[in-house]
């Protein structure tokens, strides 16, 4: 079963510093997708990605997040200069339909990436 | 965006049905209601989805009355490895079609 995969699994880094958590859809789909998850909370929206630009984001995707389709496999997310509250889970989903009526149809979620920010 | 309301946990034993019930009075005509399920540090995963009456597949069914303001996933005979946190979600909040989470339902199986 195809499934969408992430790196690192973990991440460590320093406040101030930038990452980049990379993400592989699923081949075929053409929507793409970031949620965070702070340890003990809900699972939240971040930004979402199609025909290669932003169809939605949240208040959360502020100007220190960007995410990138560097080639036809990876969807990146980049955070410019790390806060110790962007330490979360970073979860990059994919799906093949987006359009109408709304919500029928199935994000898959990659593992994760846990981030860590000290 | 419809609001969900479910309850926060639920515990049940192995072999036992497992019904989850989630609130949305708010629903729009053409919202389907999903449920997802995540286990402790992983992504969700879709469970079923569905627009109204019966679904069932392999995993769960999904009984939706004809008012649609609610809804219940029904897990027949949990394992312990059914432990997780179920999320109800309805429609999306626009075309970008983001989901939104609650807070979901923890279920604990014992053995």
């Known amino acids: 079963e195809p499934e969408v995969t992430q790196t690192p699994s973990h991440q460590v880094t320093q406040m101030g510093q930038e990452v980049i958590l990379r993400c592989v859809p699923i081949s075929n789909h053409l929507y793409f997708y970031w949620y965070r998850q702070i340890l003990g909370q809900k699972v939240e929206f971040l930004v979402s990605f199609y025909n290669n630009e932003i169809s939605e984001k949240s208040e959360i995707f502020d100007d220190q997040f960007s995410v990138e389709r560097p080639d036809g496999s990876n969807f990146t997310l980049k955070i410019r200069s790390t806060k110790l509250e962007d330490s979360a889970m970073y979860f990059c989903?994919?799906?093949?339909?987006?359009?109408?009526?709304?919500?029928?149809?199935?994000?898959?979620f990659g593992p994760g990436t846990r981030l860590t920010v000290t | 965006l419809a609001k969900t309301t479910q309850p926060i946990s639920m515990d049940s034993y192995e072999g036992q049905e497992v019904n989850i019930t989630c609130s949305h009075n708010n629903i729009a005509t053409n919202d389907y209601i999903t449920w997802y399920q995540q286990f402790p540090s992983q992504g969700p995963r879709f469970i079923i989805q569905?627009?109204?009456t019966k679904v069932t597949n392999e995993v769960a069914s999904l009984f939706i009355p004809a008012d649609r303001k609610s809804s219940t996933l029904s897990l027949p005979r949990v394992s312990l490895s059914d432990t997780a946190v179920y999320y109800c979600?309805?429609?999306?909040?626009?075309?970008?079609?983001?989901?939104?989470f609650g807070g979901g339902t923890r279920l604990m199986v014992k053995p």
């Open positions: 989903a994919s799906s093949d339909e987006g359009g109408l009526p709304r919500g029928s149809y199935e994000q898959y």
């Open positions: 979600l309805v429609g999306a909040d626009n075309a970008g079609n983001m989901l939104t």
């Open positions: 569905g627009y109204k």
